[in-house]
């Protein structure tokens, strides 16, 4: 991927993963990765319309899924998409904790650990809340 590609996706995200929402600024010592929404083994390419600013800890997780299970309902749906969807139709942020708020919010939620232990005690400080509020 050229250097002008990800320049663009970095600028389009405002430098902040577009799945958990915490900024570089936030993680300062991994850099945040351009990743494939859809992943180049399942046909995805490199257009900037297929490409996201994902922390390393949601992009570690997401790899090429593009579907997560539903843990309220068990059914199979697609992963959060940063090009086709909306974050506060999905999500909801309380405090620290990123709830989902239709299915394909709370696969993503799952699919992506984004309520680990240390991710929300990293977005307690960032926001100057006590950790694991």
Not at 16 to 39: K, N, R
Not at 76 to 104: C, K, M, N, S
Not at 119 to 124: E, G, H, K, M, Q
Request: net charge negative; hydrophobic share 35%; charged share 25%.
């Amino acid at each position: 991927m050229d250097a002008t590609t990800s320049t663009l996706v970095r600028r389009r995200a405002g430098d902040a993963c577009e799945y958990c929402g915490l900024t570089q600024d936030d993680a300062p010592f991994a850099i945040f990765h351009v990743e494939h929404i859809i992943s180049k083994q399942h046909g995805g390419i490199d257009d900037p319309s297929n490409l996201a600013l994902s922390c390393h800890h949601c992009n570690l997780h997401k790899g090429p899924n593009l579907a997560g299970i539903d843990p309220e309902t068990g059914e199979i749906v697609p992963l959060f998409h940063p090009r086709r969807d909306l974050w506060y139709e999905h999500f909801e942020q309380r405090g620290a904790i990123i709830v989902g708020l239709t299915a394909t919010g709370r696969a993503t939620t799952r699919v992506l650990a984004m309520n680990t232990i240390e991710r929300i005690d990293l977005r307690s400080e960032c926001m100057g809340l006590d950790p694991q509020v």
